[in-house]
């Protein structure tokens, strides 16, 4: 699955192509978007914002029509130049938005919807996210709140819910656990305000660095080796089970959370379990 980081690149990527322009030419397979398309026309109006939230891009148009995508796995956005080749077959096309300039395309979105601002309010996962890590003043203290307000969940599946706080992937949940020095199966119930606070402080400051390190390819939270080729050589925890802590030489651990199933790795000694 896409991280918050790689979904905001691309919201930042699409804004600036194709942000303020006009629609030239919308094209679809998908049937559920034709029909809007069919009743209200998507050319001619002006694309007023592309931004991430959470996981899903949210395109808004002139005229309150709003495009949800969420990526999943498959999915991609791409931006092309008018004539350009593209780089995935056009059998995995699903969305093409044409401006004079820059033509979006959505390759393999398993999700798309069409809104207007009063059914996005409506609906369910979108519009109703926790503070978001990366966002211009990201409000640590009301994700802190948000997830005090499930105190039994364990901190690595809380990390993820992103009612609580918004941006943050399966990867980088692991890492910032480790930076912070949280055992992921500690329940929030267990963390004092300083530990939540660390916890924030890192989710910040790693997802910072894969924005302005560099503009794509693989996410970097540790940066003591330049060895690109092996994506896992980039991080603390993450995939790195029975090899050793980069900071203290422990076998790193891994374990499915019961109530996600997605796994969590960690440290056993720089991220004691303190129940
Ligand atoms: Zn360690």
Redesign the pocket.
């Known amino acids: 699955m896409p991280e918050g980081d790689s979904i905001w690149r691309a919201a930042r990527t699409l804004q600036r192509a194709i942000g303020g322009r006009v629609v030239t030419r919308f094209e679809t397979v998908l049937m559920n978007l034709a029909r809007v398309d069919e009743d209200t026309p998507l050319a001619g109006r002006t694309v007023e914002s592309v931004t991430a939230e959470g996981k899903w891009i949210v395109m808004r148009f002139s005229g309150d029509l709003i495009l949800l995508t969420h990526m999943l796995m498959s999915g991609s956005w791409h931006i092309y130049r008018p004539g350009e080749k593209w780089q995935r077959p056009r059998l995995d096309m699903r969305i093409v938005i044409e401006t004079a300039e820059w033509i979006a395309v959505a390759f393999r979105v398993p999700v798309a919807e069409f809104h207007t601002a009063e059914t996005l309010l409506r609906r369910k996962g979108v519009g109703n996210l926790g503070p978001k890590v990366l966002a211009e003043g990201f409000d640590a203290e009301e994700a802190i709140a948000n997830l005090r307000s499930q105190p039994d969940l364990e901190i690595g599946v809380a990390l993820l819910s992103q009612r609580l706080i918004a941006g943050l992937g399966n990867i980088f949940k692991s890492e910032v656990c480790?930076a912070a020095g949280i055992h992921p199966f500690r329940l929030v119930s267990s963390l004092s305000d300083a530990e939540m606070r660390s916890l924030m402080s890192a989710a910040v400051k790693l997802m910072k660095a894969n924005i302005t390190e560099r503009s794509g390819g693989p996410i970097r939270t540790y940066f003591g080796l330049r060895r690109d080729a092996d994506p896992e050589e980039n991080l603390w925890v993450y995939h790195r089970s029975g090899r050793?802590?980069?900071?203290?030489?422990?076998s790193?651990e891994w374990r499915r959370h019961s109530t996600d199933a997605r796994s969590s790795y960690w440290?056993?000694?720089?991220?004691p379990l303190v129940l």
């Open positions: 480790f050793p802590c980069r900071k203290c030489g422990t790193i440290c056993p000694r720089c991220q």
